[in-house]
């Protein structure tokens, strides 16, 4: 069976690892039929935008993408592409596994890590909600501000003060809990928990906790168990082995994947997919290193790895599987790999992003 499937192939080293994880694929043997696109400050250098219509047009179409990273600037310039995507989109879950590959070299590496990350993606900070300092339409919510600061300053004027609002609602929070639970059933996982800040956030975060507690009522077979956000961060640093599938809000789904990225080599290793009801974005977690554009240096792993799962949402179990196994006994054999994932990273025999793939085509 063919499958249409959308290439985003990114800015900086995007279109490296795109090309890197198009060969992978396409070395599975599925019939891919690949819409390619072009996203990010590349273009926008050309076209006047970072995003083109044509990119929107044919993942409707298609409703399966694999995207390459794409720089997002600090401070300034455009909002983050990643975000309008899941926006429009409407992809309300980011889901981010994490799995302990033999051979990368991790502080954890005699710790079985296998866990998933599920974010939501759609509200919270990252709504992007936001009023600048001394808008007169804020006036009143800046002045509730500046009566519970202690400091002085801000007190002495409403221009100092900028405010971020964090919506948090049921029908977004029931959503994404049961997605987590759907996950863990459909995956022969056991456990989900879920992360949250309600001793203080009571009515944002507090809404999000009783949530989850009705939707897994509905879920008796896997077991339920909830955190507050700090502490899973300990948790995690200290026993990730007990946790399994974990949901949380945007924000602390954005850290804590990172987290969790960490425990297992890093952002190299860490696939990613944005799924909405009828339609799913696969990404690497990391971003788009343009120090590194055009060195052929940088690991492939993770948009590899984003390519397996795109396998999987397409049911073409097989090939995702072979594909896994093929990156894992590259990795454990530790010979064409790059220079990060050896024990120096200055090592000679580190091989460049298309030969680590073409490693990774050998073995299947």
Sequence with gaps: MAHEVTLITGDGVGPELAKAARRCVEATGVDIHWDVQEAGLDVMERTGTPL?????????????????????????????INVHLRQELGLFACIRPC?????????FSSVPVDLVIVRENTEDLYAG????????????LIDFINKISTDKKIRSGRNE????????????????????????RDNGRKKVSVVHKANIMKYSDGLFLATAREVAKQFPDIEFEDRIVDNMCMQLAQKPELYDVIVLPNLYGDILSDLAAGLVGGLGMAPGLNLGPDS???????????????????NPTALILSGM??????????????????????????????????????????????????????KM
Excluded: W
Excluded at 175 to 183: A, D, H, K
């Design 52 to 80: 083109p219509e044509a990119v929107m047009q044919s993942i409707d179409r298609t409703r399966c993408a694999l995207k390459a990273p794409i720089t997002t600037p600090v401070g300034t310039g455009f909002r983050s």
């Design 99 to 107: 799995k302990y590959y033999p051979g990368v070299r991790t502080f």
């Design 129 to 140: 909600v936001e009023f600048e300092r001394g808008q007169p339409a804020t006036a009143e």
């Design 161 to 184: 003060t900028g405010v971020s609002i964090k919506p948090i609602s049921v029908s977004a929070s029931d959503r994404i809990v049961r997605c987590g639970f759907e996950y863990a």
């Design 280 to 298: 799913a974005v696969f990404e690497a977690t990391h971003g788009s290193a343009p120090k590194y554009k055009g060195q052929n240096k940088v």
């Design 309 to 362: 799962l795109m396998l999987r949402y397409l049911k073409e179990n097989d090939a995702a599987d072979r594909l896994e196994r093929a990156v894992a006994e590259v990795i454990a054999e530790g010979k064409d790999v790059t220079y990060d994932m050896k024990p120096n990273r200055d090592d000679p025999t580190a091989v460049g992003t298309q030969e680590m793939a073409e490693a990774i085509c050998a």
